[in-house]
């Protein structure tokens, strides 16, 4: 064990003299920035997406409304996340002749892509939400999106911060990828800090243990969130 | 006050109203009776248009409530409806039950006002002759603050000021039914429709929740009830329904359907029941 001495000796010098702490604190920032901001665009077009889906089919325009999801649904449940990044960064956007930056790039795929699965998730929510509920809201004189807004959606949020919660566990692992069309997250971090010398265990052995902490910080706070919001259910 | 013409509704091939023709007029207490599966539910039902009628018309006060332009919202806001369930709110208190939709119209109507006044305002500008403002004689606070002391003194109605801030899974059954009475009062709705109040309630609470629907009957209320309590229907009633099988097959006082029924079927059903 003598060799793995030598080695944490040089990990800790490229980590503090040749100011590799900056790099994995700007990677790790990256991915709890991709992680953090992914799930909020998901949160928002999935809820959208999830309301289309559960709207009455009335018309022509709900039900080709209801096609779109669906397609774009299986689209981004259909294919490897890596995929999605990488026809985005180098087809879909150069075509458009829109330039940004890889991070930016990152967080709007994650964002759809989570949008895909929250859409899921928050389907099933609303419709554990007791029907009653809508009649009610409705039969007051309240207009379909009002209800949805103001009693449904809050209910059905309630029922899958647990669901969620995984989803967002799921997206920090998830955004370990990104270093494919070149933003700097964690892995960039250590493969740096580990060609410096050409020695890589002890950089990813760090990583792992950085994932390892950043997963389970997240689950405490969706616990916490859980018992807050279970607390709020039997006030008096 | 309203008018029912021909109505049907069927669901896919299954026709569970077969052409109901029938007029409530203001004051009018109407039970609706009839065995499970008649059409009762869907004839209240189709009278806020909480479902949709496949045919017929429905009037309430001379508008045609069946008409795809007809607001439906503003029709819902006249007719107040209880339901077997309650269906309070689950996510707020009890006073924000009552209080939600009337705040909600209120504030809507106010930004209305204010969006009309902007349009006469940039008008003025460039003509000579003034259009004078809508008058807004309210604000948001007043908004809330009215809402929050009628719900209050609704509450106190029914001695139930105690649970202004408590949550809906936190009370009784016939406290439940009592609150979404008076939720759907705070609308001060010209109907009220109830489908089956006290069906859903332990015995012991079917009193008080009778109880309110009959003040509200005393007051003049005009009300339609669908309800297996023949006792009550009698007394409270000043005209009953019996349905059966999609029809109505009689419309009567309440003295002749109980004692005097002329149809058999409603023989059947009464002997059955009673
Ligand atoms: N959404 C629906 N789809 C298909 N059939 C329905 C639907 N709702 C009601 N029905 C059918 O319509 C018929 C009438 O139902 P309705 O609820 O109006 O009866 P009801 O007289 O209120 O009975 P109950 O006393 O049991 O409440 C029933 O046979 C029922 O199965
Ligand atoms: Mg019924």
Redesign the interface.
């Known amino acids: 064990m003598g060799n793995f001495d030598k080695k944490l000796e040089r990990f800790w010098e490229v980590f503090i003299e040749h100011g590799g702490y900056v790099k994995v604190l700007t990677g790790l920032q990256n991915t709890v920035w991709i992680a953090v901001a992914g799930l909020a665009i998901g949160i928002l077009i999935g809820t959208l997406i999830a309301v289309v889906r559960v709207m009455p089919k009335t018309n022509r325009l709900t039900k080709s409304l209801e096609g779109l999801c669906v397609f774009y649904v299986g689209l981004f449940r259909g294919t490897p996340i890596v995929v999605q990044l990488l026809v985005a960064y180098y087809v879909a956007l150069p075509l458009m002749g829109i330039n940004i930056p890889a991070l930016q790039v990152c967080v709007i795929v994650f964002g759809l892509n989570s949008a895909a699965y929250v859409s899921e998730i928050m389907r099933s929510g609303i419709l554990s939400v007791d029907p009653g509920q809508m009649e009610a809201g409705r039969a007051l004189g309240l207009n379909y999106r009002v209800t949805m807004m103001k009693i449904v959606i809050p209910q059905a949020v309630k029922n899958i911060v647990p669901t969620l919660g995984n989803e967002f566990i799921s997206l920090i692992k998830e955004t370990s990828v990104v270093s494919f069309v070149g933003a700097a997250d964690l892995y960039v971090a250590f493969n740096y800090i580990g060609s410096n010398n050409y020695e890589f265990m002890v950089p990813y052995l760090v990583m792992a243990l950085i994932y390892i902490v950043l997963v389970a910080v997240a689950a405490l706070i969706v616990r916490q969130l859980e018992r807050s919001l279970r607390k709020s259910d039997r006030r008096h | 006050m309203i008018d029912v013409i021909n109505l049907r509704k069927a669901y896919g091939s299954t026709e569970v109203l077969k052409g109901i023709t029938t007029t409530i007029r203001q004051g009018e207490k109407i039970a609706i009776i009839g065995p499970s599966g008649s059409g009762k539910s869907t004839f209240l039902r189709c009278l ?1 248009r ?1 479902e949709e009628p496949t045919s017929g018309s429905i009037l309430f006060e001379g508008r045609d409530i069946t008409d795809r332009k007809a607001d439906i ?5 006249q007719m ?2 209880v ?1 077997q ?1 309650f ?6 208190t009890v006073l924000e039950n009552i209080m ?2 009337p705040v ?2 209120g504030l809507r109507d106010l930004r209305r006002l204010k969006r009309r006044n902007r349009l006469v305002r940039l008008r003025n500008l460039f003509h000579g002759e003034k259009l004078p403002l809508h008058p807004i004689e309210t604000s948001k606070a007043r908004i809330r603050e009215e809402a929050r002391e009628n719900a209050l003194r609704l509450l106190k109605r029914i001695g139930l000021e105690d649970k202004a ?3 809906p ?2 009370l009784s059954g016939g406290q439940k039914q009592r609150i ?1 009475i008076v ?2 009062l705070a ?1 001060n709705p010209k109907v009220m429709l109830f489908d089956e109040p006290t069906s859903a309630l332990d015995p012991e609470m079917v009193g008080e929740v009778l109880d309110l629907i009959r003040q509200l009957a005393d007051e003049g209320m005009t009300m339609v009830i669908v309800t297996h309590e023949m006792g009550f229907a009698r007394e409270v009633a000043t005209r009953v329904l019996f349905m059966d099988g999609g029809n109505i097959l009689e419309d009567d006082t309440p003295e002749r359907i109980f004692t005097n029924p002329r149809h058999p079927r409603t023989r059947e059903f009464l002997s059955k029941v009673l």
């Open positions: 806020n909480m919202d503003e029709h819902r806001r107040g409806m339901f369930h269906n309070l709110f689950n996510n707020k939600l939709a909600y119209l801030n408590a949550y899974s936190t979404a939720r759907a609308m």
